[in-house]
């Protein structure tokens, strides 16, 4: 029996799709090419489970394919689980698909009729409504124009307008304010949040992680058809940037050996592309970036602490010695970079393996992506072993300032 503080229970629901290699569609391709009918079981959903309470806000999250539509899709009816059951009180309201309920030929006005009453609501309420949802559309002007004439923008206003004014318990939402223009979205946050406010429990499909923290009092993140973690949007969503930006550096790594791979077969010059070179008296062996608690991690939060901790085997001594390192945007942009000499440390020597550390205590970078550079040098400037894109980070924050680096200020106002 479903707990009455829940507006949703999920329950153990499996979700099962049949995907084909090459399907017929006419009877004589089936007949003569009876193999492209021949499909494999993928499991979008195993197992899910999750309780949504009455007012909560909560956001789906995961990449591509991992079965976040698809839950909601199940949320909404369009599609049925496997296995597992699914619990809903009240009236639901969703924006699954840009323009979804839309006939083309008809004018705007005639299609919120049609929508809002889909949603359950009788004309004498759509009446009661209507001004409200064109005022909030801002398309006075092209009401009673047909909508095929609609720029995908005008769609999503419409769409919107309709859903958020059928006085609806649940508003399931899936990437629909990823459309539309600056102030409309931010016309639609503050709409979201007053209908949160006032009761509303809302689920939001989205890849932007910046609206879900905006809206949601929870994340889920659902990871090869499983709920990976659920909790506070921001720690959910660090933990899901760090399992993604390690992904991606996987898959660069990948890419960058095949590519070298083919280079040197083509070209046969294996130092066409060397990044690292140097007299190799001395080298890197083991490269660990740490966060303040000594951690390994590739994902960092503006003004976090970042540790480079790093191993170094001397083969020759090297007299003079100098270490440094440097840091790039992602584009090739130098945004910093320092060494021993230019820190006025002492001079050394290197006779036998050690390690060194640098704390970086203040990563006052914006969001993006950045790479390390790694230097053992002797003299000035003379190369012993010079590692090109050592190590690659991301740098997350919910501030949305620009540039490279964040600088503290402060406001005063004399208003």
């Known amino acids: 029996m479903m707990d009455e503080r829940n507006a949703i229970e999920v329950r153990n629901i499996t979700k099962t799709f049949k995907v084909y290699y090459d399907k017929g569609t006419e009877l004589k391709e089936k007949m003569l090419f009876w193999k492209r009918n021949r499909y494999e079981n993928k499991d979008v959903l195993k197992n899910v489970s999750f309780e949504v309470k009455k007012g909560e806000a909560i956001g789906l999250v995961g990449k591509n394919g991992c079965g976040k539509s698809t839950t909601l899709k199940m949320l909404t009816k369009i599609i049925y689980p496997n296995s597992g059951e699914i619990e809903m009180q009240g009236r639901v309201s969703s924006l699954i698909e840009l323009g979804a309920g839309f006939h083309p030929d008809m004018s705007g006005r005639e299609n919120i009729y049609t929508n809002a009453s889909i949603f359950g609501l009788t004309k004498k309420e759509i009446d009661a409504r209507l001004d409200d949802i064109i005022r909030f559309s801002?398309?006075?002007?092209?009401?009673?124009?047909?909508?095929?004439?609609?720029?995908?923008?005008?769609?999503?206003?419409?769409?919107?307008?309709?859903?958020?004014?059928?006085?609806?318990?649940?508003?399931?939402?899936?990437?629909?304010?990823?459309?539309?223009?600056?102030?409309?979205?931010?016309?639609?946050?503050?709409?979201?949040?007053?209908?949160?406010?006032?009761?509303?429990?809302?689920?939001?499909?989205?890849?932007?992680?910046?609206?879900?923290?905006?809206?949601c009092?929870?994340?889920?993140?659902?990871?090869d058809g499983h709920i990976a973690l659920e909790g506070n949007p921001k720690d959910v969503h660090m933990e899901y940037l760090n399992y993604m930006n390690e992904q991606r550096i996987d898959r660069l790594e990948r890419e960058r050996t095949d590519m070298q791979?083919?280079?040197?077969?083509?070209?046969?010059?294996?130092?066409?592309?060397?990044?690292?070179?140097?007299?190799?008296?001395?080298?890197?062996?083991?490269?660990?970036?740490?966060?303040?608690?000594?951690?390994?991690?590739?994902?960092?939060?503006?003004?976090?602490?970042?540790?480079?901790?790093?191993?170094?085997?001397?083969?020759?001594?090297?007299?003079?010695?100098?270490?440094g390192f440097g840091i790039f945007r992602n584009d090739g942009l130098w945004c910093y970079g320092t060494n021993t000499r230019i820190d006025r440390?002492?001079?050394?020597?290197?006779?036998?393996d050690g390690n060194f550390k640098v704390a970086i205590t203040d990563l006052n970078l914006i969001p993006g992506q950045y790479w390390c550079d790694i230097t053992i040098e002797y003299g000035e400037g003379n190369p012993v072993d010079y590692y090109k894109q050592a190590m690659k980070f991301e740098v997350v924050s919910n501030v949305t300032d620009v540039g490279i680096s964040r600088i503290p200020h402060n406001w005063e106002l004399n208003l």
């Open 345 to 352: 440390m002492k001079n050394f020597d290197l006779e036998k």
């Open 217 to 223: 009092d929870r994340s889920i993140w659902i990871r």
């Open 138 to 215: 801002e398309l006075e002007e092209y009401i009673d124009n047909p909508v095929r004439t609609y720029s995908s923008g005008m769609y999503t206003r419409l769409a919107f307008s309709v859903a958020i004014n059928v006085d609806a318990d649940i508003l399931l939402i899936d990437e629909i304010l990823a459309v539309g223009d600056a102030n409309f979205q931010a016309k639609c946050f503050n709409k979201l949040r007053e209908i949160k406010a006032e009761g509303t429990t809302i689920v939001i499909v989205s890849h932007s992680l910046g609206q879900i923290e905006q809206i």
């Open 261 to 323: 791979i083919r280079e040197m077969n083509e070209r046969n010059d294996v130092n066409k592309n060397k990044k690292r070179y140097g007299s190799e008296d001395a080298k890197f062996t083991t490269i660990r970036m740490l966060d303040k608690d000594g951690n390994e991690q590739s994902t960092f939060k503006t003004g976090d602490e970042m540790i480079l901790d790093l191993d170094y085997h001397v083969e020759q001594k090297v007299t003079d010695a100098v270490f």
